[in-house]
């Protein structure tokens, strides 16, 4: 790291070991706002795009002969195949199923579910074969599923919170897109979101190379004299890719310094607590890594303004 009396004048450490042991007991629990645990939206309108043929379904609840029932709903409203994944969490329409492995053969069967406007008897067959032997048409006949669409709604629900990790990501920019604006509108410097070479080179005439053609960096400040390069992450749970993630930020650094330009990295989260070894490796070889806390103390804007 590229240690000055900054750190001295804001956390009160002498030297690099003290200021990563200041990084990691200033390290965040939680960045999650309301919006963090369902996207409302997004389940609200996949679930919209399909709750007439989820209601069209609730006529086989409680029916004893279900697969007549079924194959009689398919002859009048064929486009309800186009649901049947969801039932069982699914969102793909294509299924090749394992139907036999003894005698030293693998035997599969193709399930196709795109919506079609027309199902033939075969189609149907499959249909029916399959819901059958997933286990749904039982659920519907014994009146186990109460309601479909609210069986949906839930299964959308549990789906999106898959994306919770993702969500943790973009709230982690977000915060720091607050915090980095307020630096650059009052000391007059300009920041971009997402930067890529050709932004980069548009709005400051920069030509900068890049390690990878996909590379987009959250941020791009340009101060008086230096462009300052800054990626950001959150990290609540430990995994592999912390590790790998710590060393890329070595590379990427060295590939920006080469160039002459600053690169800053800002990551938090109590994840990092067991991965502190690799973490340590980047936080003394990069110049500056930096978590919420010490955003927000000032540091960054003094680094900026003063071409640290």
């Known amino acids: ?9 804001y956390f009160n450490c002498s030297d690099e070991s003290e200021v990563f042991q200041y990084f ?22 996949k679930y919209r795009e399909i709750e007439i043929y989820l209601n069209a379904l609730n006529y086989l609840i409680g029916k004893e002969d279900i697969e007549d029932e079924f194959r009689y709903l398919l002859q009048q409203m064929p486009q309800i195949v186009n649901v049947i994944p969801i039932l ?10 394992l139907t036999d492995y003894t005698n030293n053969n693998f035997s599969y069967k193709s399930f196709n579910f795109r919506n079609q406007s027309i199902l033939f008897p ?4 499959d249909i029916v074969e399959f819901t059958k032997n997933m286990g749904l048409l039982e659920l519907f006949k014994n009146k186990t599923l109460k309601s ?29 897109e607050n915090l980095i604006t307020v630096v650059c509108d009052r ?13 980069i080179k548009k709005q400051w005439n920069i030509d900068i190379q890049v390690d990878k053609s996909s590379r987009r960096f959250d941020f791009a400040v340009k101060n008086h004299d230096h462009l300052y390069l800054i990626e950001t992450n959150f990290y609540g749970g430990s995994g592999s890719k912390l590790k790998a993630t710590a060393g890329e930020y070595k590379t ?8 002459g330009h600053k690169f800053i990295w800002v990551t938090d989260g109590l ?24 955003v927000v103390s000032g540091f960054l804007e003094e680094l900026i303004t003063e071409n640290l």
């Open 1 to 9: 790291m590229k240690f000055n009396d900054l750190f001295e004048k």
């Open 24 to 45: 990691q007991d200033t390290l965040t629990n939680s960045i999650a706002g309301w919006n963090y645990f369902v996207d409302w939206p997004k389940v609200l309108g």
């Open 88 to 97: 069982i969490a699914c969102r793909t329409f294509n299924f090749q199923i």
């Open 122 to 125: 075969g189609d149907i067959d």
């Open 148 to 176: 479909i669409p609210d069986y949906v709604l839930g299964i959308e629900v549990g789906l999106d919170t898959n994306g919770r990790k993702n969500r943790g990501g973009t709230i982690m920019e977000s915060i720091l």
């Open 187 to 199: 000391n007059n410097f300009v920041c971009i979101t997402q930067a890529t070479s050709d932004k």
């Open 252 to 259: 990427l650094f060295d590939f920006i310094s080469r160039q």
């Open 271 to 294: 994840g990092w607590k067991s991965t502190l070894r690799p973490l340590e490796e980047t936080f003394r070889y990069i110049d500056y890594t930096l978590n919420l806390n010490m």
